[in-house]
């Protein structure tokens, strides 16, 4: 007997939930533009088959941490009304079913990095997709550091495109550019902070509730929280100018200057965000911190491809 299409569309549905898509879509998408800023691919011949190979790569890796995290975490998820409704968490999903499609995604996403770009890539993934699944995961109950560590698989994807354009996260002959992967996986790094502590201000007691320890103060949203989204907001003002000072990309033409204004304007944005938190106190300034830093992100990233040698 066959499987009704309604329903067959909505286990479908419930996968794609697994590999929570918009974020993993963003995340990606950090990968694939570092892929493109990567000396050894061509402003002129970089090839549109490769950027789709490096999404469909990253997609899965990124998907399987995300499946790895809700089968794991499917009865605290169960708790909050903001992850109640996942799949795995609502019952429409067995566990046996979250592992197995976590293995072969995770294991396909990382072979698609290894056999069309480098080994390197897709250590660089599978080392990411353990940290975030194994070691991240965990820790959320067991003390906010696990922000700290999280922020880390969070910001590899650039390392990992670097990886997949240069061959190399560093000393591929071209002086300071070599460190450019580093540079931007620094962008992503500091840029984590300032966007989940406000995400973790908005949902503190779905949080708090089930357990976890998110928020860099024991007393949950203070002024201590608040402050270190300002801190770590002002230092992405010098790490953005680094793209330049390493020659990566450059502000000499009339473009290159633009894409400056423009990267500025976007971190002053961020800092006065984070500074209106910290006077206002309240989810709604928080709620300003998450979708200013939901825009800022690509915003920088396509700004220095814009402007890239």
């Given at each position: ?119 390197l890539?897709g ?43 240069n ?24 840029w ?7 995400i ?21 949203p ?14 992405l ?14 502000y ?13 304007l ?44």
């Amino acid at each position: 007997m066959k499987e009704p299409a309604n329903k067959k569309d909505s286990k479908l549905k419930d996968y794609m939930q697994l590999t929570k898509p918009s974020l993993t879509t963003m995340v990606v998408f950090s990968s694939v533009i570092s892929y493109l800023l990567a000396p050894k691919v061509s402003n002129t011949e970089w090839s549109w088959t490769y950027v789709v190979l490096l999404f469909i790569g990253g997609f899965l890796v990124t998907g399987s941490a995300n499946a790895i995290n809700q089968t794991v975490e499917k009865d605290t998820d169960a708790l909050m009304k903001r992850t109640a409704t996942r799949p795995i968490a609502a019952g429409r999903m067995s566990v046996t079913e979250g592992w197995t499609f976590a293995i072969i995604t995770g294991a396909g996403g990382v072979g698609v990095l290894m056999y069309f770009f480098n080994v390197l890539s897709g250590l660089l993934a599978l080392f990411s997709l353990f940290l975030y699944a194994f070691v991240y995961t965990p820790l959320k109950k067991v003390n906010a550091v696990a922000v700290l560590v999280g922020a880390v698989p969070g910001a590899l994807p650039c390392l990992i495109g670097w990886a997949a354009g240069n061959d190399a996260v560093f000393d591929a002959g071209n002086g300071w550019q070599d460190w450019g992967g580093w540079v931007l996986f620094g962008i992503q790094f500091l840029w984590q902070f300032p966007h989940f502590w406000a995400i973790a201000w908005i949902a503190h007691k779905d949080y708090s509730g089930a357990g976890f320890r998110l928020l860099p103060a024991e007393k949950g949203p203070t002024k201590f929280t608040a402050i270190q989204t300002v801190m770590y907001a002002v230092l992405l003002i010098p790490v953005c100018v680094l793209p330049y000072v390493i020659q990566l990309t450059g502000y000499q033409t009339v473009k290159g200057k633009i894409c400056v204004a423009i990267i500025m304007l976007a971190n002053l944005f961020l800092v006065a965000q984070c500074v209106r938190l910290y006077n206002e106190m309240n989810a709604t300034a928080a709620r300003r911190v998450m979708f200013g830093s939901y825009i800022y992100l690509p915003v920088i990233l396509l700004a220095l491809l814009a402007s890239k040698v």
